[in-house]
């Protein structure tokens, strides 16, 4: 696969949204995951 000059950075943009996009869901887990341990001490 040829890779012309202007493809990385467009790969970089991309896995960079991808990053932060994943960043937020995991952190959205997180914080819903410790909203439920509150809500519910048994588990």
Known sequence: MALTKGQPMAVQICS????????????LQVVWVYLNRNQNPDL
């Open 16 to 27: 960079r949204q991808i990053c932060h996009s994943l960043a937020a869901y995991l952190q």
